[in-house]
């Protein structure tokens, strides 16, 4: 649970570390997770290592990727979503997509999300009535 003047102090702090994570947005992020069974100060530290780590696209990887967290934190944390298209990983760090990513046959963006490799769909064509 957090007060809004912590979180304007911790949008505005992540917004310098990751010029990308705009201030509105991770106060939408920050109010979404008022509840969260954090302290601020795990939630500080968890923010600062989140921003400073590059397989963090967007400020939401802060409460969803556990490693941020203390072991004790972590326990009371919501299970992460898994990914989409590999059985037994979490969507938010899955190494099978980030090692589609580096091969070239996957965007960045669709890490732990369900992708389909653009494909002929001739295959698909309605047979002939
Ligand atoms: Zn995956």
Same mark, same amino acid.
């Given at each position: 649970?957090?007060?809004?003047?912590?979180?304007? /102090? %911790? $949008?505005?702090?992540?917004?310098?570390?990751? @010029? #990308?994570?705009?201030? +509105?947005?991770?106060?939408?992020?920050?109010? &979404?997770?008022?509840?969260?069974?954090?302290?601020?100060?795990?939630? /500080? %530290? $968890?923010?600062?290592?989140?921003?400073?780590? @590059? #397989?963090?696209?967007? +400020?939401?990887?802060?409460?969803?990727?556990? &490693?941020?967290?203390?072991?004790?934190?972590?326990?009371?944390?919501?299970?992460?979503?898994?990914?989409?298209?590999?059985?037994?990983?979490?969507?938010?760090?899955?190494?099978?997509?980030?090692?589609?990513?580096?091969?070239?046959?996957?965007?960045?963006?669709?890490?732990?999300?369900?992708?389909?490799?653009?494909?002929?769909?001739?295959?698909?064509?309605?047979?002939?009535?």
């Amino acid at each position: 649970m957090i007060t809004h003047s912590q979180a304007t /102090a %911790l $949008a505005n702090m992540l917004h310098e570390l990751r @010029p #990308k994570w705009s201030i +509105p947005s991770m106060m939408k992020v920050l109010e &979404r997770n008022a509840q969260h069974p954090g302290t601020f100060r795990d939630l /500080a %530290l $968890a923010a600062v290592n989140a921003a400073r780590d @590059p #397989k963090v696209d967007t +400020p939401g990887g802060i409460f969803t990727d556990h &490693r941020f967290w203390p072991e004790t934190v972590r326990a009371s944390l919501p299970k992460p979503p898994p990914c989409e298209d590999h059985i037994g990983k979490d969507a938010h760090n899955c190494a099978s997509c980030w090692a589609d990513v580096k091969a070239g046959i996957r965007p960045r963006d669709l890490i732990g999300r369900h992708y389909e490799p653009e494909s002929e769909e001739d295959h698909d064509a309605p047979a002939s009535p």
